[in-house]
């Protein structure tokens, strides 16, 4: 405790100034590429943060989390189609698409429990899915392309230009993070926290957790939906493969690999997931072959993640 | 009786319920007082924890009322009843073992300032809620485990901060699952010691096997046997009763 310079935290540095860095360094070691990748990064790890608080903190393994990433994208996207460009529209339909779905979906599934939370999430999710895929107007299965990035109607802020569309991103993601340390040590995060030790006894003590876990639940979902903005304006493009139950999966697999209950593992996890993807996938063709194994071995062999393997405490790094 | 019922804090009355074709409870009727101890004896599986989940609401009777200090809670949740004064320990210890015995109480005391919707200030620099949790671990006798993780207690200190749990949301009325189950005999007699003090200022259900720590404390006693209450009333009254050396005493060689 009296360490305040841990492995764990030196990583978390090094990956925000990584982070911060990668519009300056990309180029100049000739990678431009690079930018776009670290965009997206960031992008699932603020999805993988969202996630996290409810999965990590809460006990609640979502298996339909990705569902939000589309709502959020297909905000922009749909509003965009009807030109609707305005983000003072764009962002305040996503976000409150994602909170009245996360509430509605909350309350069907948060009274299981275990395998059938994440058998019900995973339902869920596929009815957004196959709602986007019948949408015909908004060009099912295809997609539907993004005209104009979501219109801040301001100069100073416009998310065409693509470094200030990333530090956007870097900022967000920095928010989330912010705001998910808040709660996890608030008086929230406590119940939170408890319910998902023990919930019987939290309810014994006087509070009614469910309406603690719903509200969490919708954090977690809007915070998501957030990703999902970001991803349509970076991208310019969403389709219901955004919200294919492969993603959910992906999602729950980043935030294992970097540490279910720590603060900066999902982040972790989704630069190690995205890049070694990216790097074995350049290697070999069956780079699934390799890392499948992987995986299974991380989850396995190192419980609290690579940020366990760091030594991070839970809640603090 | 009437005078009973309408002295008493907690009142209970004819309570039913089965588990499938199990009669655990049957037209159970207790009532209990303020200032006074009102223990529960009876065999393992005599429905004595199932009388403790309906009057926490853990469970819900089939029929029958439960009234505390004169309003009907039947219908209410559990979170709602510790709300007004009402809480338990379990048998089956239950705290958060993988918080600290500080986080541990600090939770119920933030439970009794109200609701939680506090998203933003850490609990744990919170005076408000520190300073009267480690008061009450002090009080239980935990005060230098505070920072120790739940989980890695001894049996003994598990069961002091079950206790402590409980006592941390300030009730008026403690319903007490068999608070000295797997407890040495040192920290028995700590326990009824404490026991006995806290019964000046609470009402209390005292589910217990120690029967040395019932006769003890208990002002009044009720023998559960299969679900019912075979008899009830003073130490001495029930210490004499012949159907409950029958149905219990003589079972255990008391
Ligand atoms: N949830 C349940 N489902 C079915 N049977 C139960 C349940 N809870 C308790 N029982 C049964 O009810 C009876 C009373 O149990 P319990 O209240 O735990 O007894 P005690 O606390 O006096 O030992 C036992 O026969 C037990 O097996
Ligand atoms: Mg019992």
Known sequence: MTHWWTPAR?????????????????????????????ARIMIWAIAAVSLNLIMGYGGMISFGHAAYLGIGGYAVAIL????????????????????????????????????????????????????????ERYGSDDGLNILWRSDFGTRFFDLEDSVVMYYTIFAVLLGCLLVKWRI?????GMVLRASSSNDTRVQAVGVPTFRYRLVAFVIAGVMCGLAGFLQANLERFVSPDMMNWH????????????????LF????????????????????IHWHLVFGPFLVLVVLFARGGVMGLLGSRARHD | MTEDIRNADLVAQGLNKSFGGLQAATDLSVSARRGEIHAVIGPNGAGKTTFVHMLSGFLRPDSGKIKFQGHDITDLSPAA??????????????VFREFTVLENVVLPVQSRQGHSFRFWRPALNDPTLLEPARALLEEVGLGDRAETVAGHLAHGEQR??????????RPSFLLLDEPMAGMGPDENRALIDFLGELKTEHGMLLVEHDLDAVFALADRITVLVYGRAVASGSPDEIRKDAQVRNAYLGETQI
């Open chain 1, 10 to 38: 030196a990583v978390t540095a090094l990956v925000l100034v990584l982070c911060a860095a990668v519009p300056y360094l990309a180029p100049a070691l000739d990678e431009p590429f690079y930018v776009i990748v670290f």
């Open chain 1, 265 to 284: 593992g999902p982040v972790v996890g989704a630069v190690v997931f995205l890049m070694l993807s990216e790097i074995l996938s350049t290697i070999t």
């Open chain 2, 160 to 169: 002091q901060l079950e206790l402590a749990i409980a006592l941390a949301t």
């Open chain 2, 81 to 94: 009843r510790v709300g007004r004064g009402l809480a338990r320990s379990f048998q089956i210890t239950s």
């Open chain 1, 184 to 188: 996890v040590m608030s008086r929230f």
């Open chain 1, 80 to 135: 965009g189609f009807h030109d609707i460009t305005s983000a003072w529209v764009q962002l305040p339909v996503a976000i409150g698409l994602s909170a009245v779905v996360a509430l509605v979906f909350g309350v069907i599934c948060l009274r299981t429990r275990g395998i059938y939370f994440i058998m019900i999430t995973l339902a869920l999710a596929q009815m957004v899915y196959f709602l986007s895929v019948s949408a």
């Open chain 1, 247 to 262: 993603r959910s999966g992906e999602l729950i697999l980043m935030t294992v690999l970097g540490g279910t209950s720590t």
